[in-house]
C-alpha cells in the first residue's frame, strides 16, 4: 500500500498516457483498416471521425502531463476520462468474444485503479496546494 501512495501521481501519470498512445493504436488501425476494405460511406464522416481522435488523444496526453505536473485544471478531466474508460469498457465486458471481455476487464480495471489513486485525499490535497 505504501507504494502506491508513494508513487501514485505517477502511477496515473502512466495510465493516461497508455491509454492516449491505445486510443492512437486503436486510431491508425481502425482508418488503415477502413482504407484498405474501402469500407467508407462518407470520406466527410471518416476524416472528421480521426480529426475527433487525434484531438482525444492529444487532450488525453496533455491532462496525463498536467496530472504529473499536478495542475489542477488537470484533475477534473483526468477522473473523467477514467469514467469514459470505464463506460467504454462496459460493452467489452458483454461481447461474446473472450479477448474482448478481457480487454474490457483491463480497461475497466485499470481505470478504477487510476480513479482511486486520484480520489485518495493525500492526492486531492496535492493538487491545491501547488496552484
Not at 483498416?33 to 482525444?56: H, K, P
Not at 498536467?66 to 467504454?88: D, E, H, N, S
Not at 489513486?117 to 490535497?125: D, Q, S, W
Request: hydrophobic fraction near 55%.
Amino acid at each position: 500500500m505504501n507504494y502506491f501512495k508513494k508513487n501514485s501521481i505517477t502511477i496515473c501519470y502512466r495510465i493516461g498516457i497508455i491509454q492516449g498512445i491505445s486510443l492512437a493504436v486503436y486510431t491508425i488501425w481502425a482508418a488503415t483498416s477502413a482504407l484498405v476494405t474501402r469500407d467508407i460511406e462518407r470520406i466527410d464522416t471518416f476524416i472528421t471521425e480521426n480529426i475527433v481522435y487525434l484531438i482525444f488523444i492529444i487532450l488525453i496526453i496533455l491532462v496525463a502531463k498536467g496530472f504529473q505536473k499536478l495542475k489542477r485544471f488537470a484533475y477534473t478531466p483526468f477522473l473523467l476520462i477514467q469514467l469514459f474508460a470505464i463506460i467504454i469498457g462496459w460493452p467489452f465486458l458483454e461481447a461474446p468474444s473472450l479477448i474482448a471481455k478481457l480487454f474490457g476487464l483491463i480497461l475497466i480495471s485499470v481505470s478504477i485503479l487510476a480513479l482511486t489513486l486520484a480520489l485518495i485525499p493525500f492526492n486531492r490535497h496535492k493538487f491545491y496546494k501547488n496552484n
